[in-house]
């Protein structure tokens, strides 16, 4: 049987048995698909399954058959009977093949045939899924190097993706996509399982170009490589795409957020993008404000601030004039008022709407604070001095409430 031979087996047994015969991957995407014999139904002919009618489907127990069985196909809208055989290498589930039937009646001769058609598939399928693993690790590899802080690494690192021949010669766009689940603890291993499964879902979007991807555990990144820069419509469908597929497979409270660094011209500076897009994604944990997706250049001072270490975060967010303050404010009335002075941009009558007083107890609130802090509020360095300590204090704040939700 030769590798690309997977239609020729729908085909044969549908040509055989007269009935449609698809084959999907074990979640229900199709690979396969014979002619049709007029018991097609909506299902067969949109040839592609929505999220319900999959987990319908798999919540009958499938994925643990190992001999073809009927499906219930009750609670799917115009879906026809169906027979499901499993597709199984060496006990390794790879997809199931179908059977369709308007009244439902199939004979034992089908029952085997599809076994035997099924056996067939599996051959194909399991000897692509090794060419699949064998070619997913060598760029893994790749691309860690591609990200290496050894310039040496780097450099080999291009040069093998260029012998890979996955891009074209002409000028393409490089996009670093991280992906991070909110809290690392205790990773389960289906959350790396579900993780993987969902990235891996997330570059099919990806039609015209190139996209790989690195898992670790609770973190992935994505290289996305395109003859034209990304448009914002892909990047969106990309991030929905994953957290999707995560949220059916993980069944886990976290959840996940995204980092995308800029589009670079240059396979050297691939790197750039990729830290830039793992500290956008650190931000995205640690300031929730910035939604679930944040961009590299939309991070405000949040961008400079997480460039800096954990420790240096930490010592810097030791500021005296902030500490004097929260010492006297046991009720974090100054703090908070800080907060949507700067938040405002000094703005009296905006910051006074906001925390819902009236200018003169604004104003009080405002003098005291200079009078506590010993900083002068119309003084541009004194300005800066609270304003980017306020900043640093809530960044480390957050990093410390992540460390203990990760222990």
């Known amino acids: ?39 097609e139904d909506a299902v067969v002919l949109n040839r592609s399954v929505p999220a319900e009618t999959s987990e319908t489907i798999l919540a009958q127990g499938v994925a643990s058959w190992t001999a073809p069985g009927l499906i219930d196909v009750s609670g799917i809208a115009g879906a026809l009977p169906r027979l499901c055989a499993p597709v199984r290498f060496n006990g390794l589930l790879l997809g199931y093949l179908w059977l369709v039937d308007e009244k439902g009646t199939f004979r034992e001769h089908e029952f085997t045939g599809a076994a035997e058609s099924a056996e067939r598939a599996a051959i194909v399928l399991y000897r692509r899924l090794l060419l699949h693993q064998r070619s997913q690790v060598r760029h893994e590899v790749i691309l860690r190097d591609l990200v290496s802080p050894d310039a040496l ?106 980092g995308i660094g800029t589009t670079v011209n240059r396979l050297d500076a691939v790197r750039d993008s990729y830290h830039q897009a793992t500290l956008a994604a650190r931000a995205a944990i640690l ?90 509020l119309e003084d541009g360095d004194d300005w800066l001095t609270l304003h980017l300590g306020l900043k640093v204090r809530a960044l480390a704040t957050a990093f410390r409430a992540h460390l203990d939700g990760g222990e």
Request: glycine residues 4%; negative net charge; proline residues 4%.
């Open 1 to 39: 049987m030769a590798e690309d031979d997977l239609q020729s087996i729908v085909d044969e047994l549908a040509e055989r048995l007269e009935r449609s015969v698809a084959i999907d991957d074990p979640a229900i995407r199709l690979l396969a698909a014979s002619r049709h014999f007029g018991d």
């Open 153 to 258: 690494v780097r450099a080999q690192a291009v040069e093998d993706l260029r012998a890979e021949q996955l891009f074209p010669e002409t000028a393409m766009h490089f996009t670093a996509f991280a992906v991070h689940c909110r809290t690392e603890a205790a990773t389960p291993s289906s959350q790396e399982v579900a993780l993987e499964a969902a990235v891996e879902d997330g570059i099919r979007a990806v039609h015209n170009d190139v996209a790989l991807m690195v898992v670790n555990r609770a973190r992935a990144w994505i290289l996305l490589a395109q003859r034209q820069p990304p448009p914002e419509l892909l990047n969106t469908t990309l991030t929905d795409r994953i957290t999707s597929r995560f949220n059916r497979l993980a069944h886990t409270d976290t959840s996940l957020v995204f």
């Open 287 to 376: 300031v929730p404000s910035l939604g679930d997706v944040a961009r590299w250049g939309e991070l405000g001072p949040y961008g400079l601030l997480l460039k800096l270490s954990t420790n240096d975060l930490v010592d810097a967010s030791r500021v005296p004039a902030l500490d004097a303050l929260e010492r006297e404010d046991t009720h974090h009335v100054l703090i908070d008022t800080l907060h949507a002075f700067f938040d405002h941009g000094g703005n009296i009558r905006r910051t006074a709407d906001a925390l819902k007083v009236h200018r003169a107890t604004l104003y009080q609130r405002l003098k005291r604070i200079e009078r506590i802090t010993g900083r002068n």
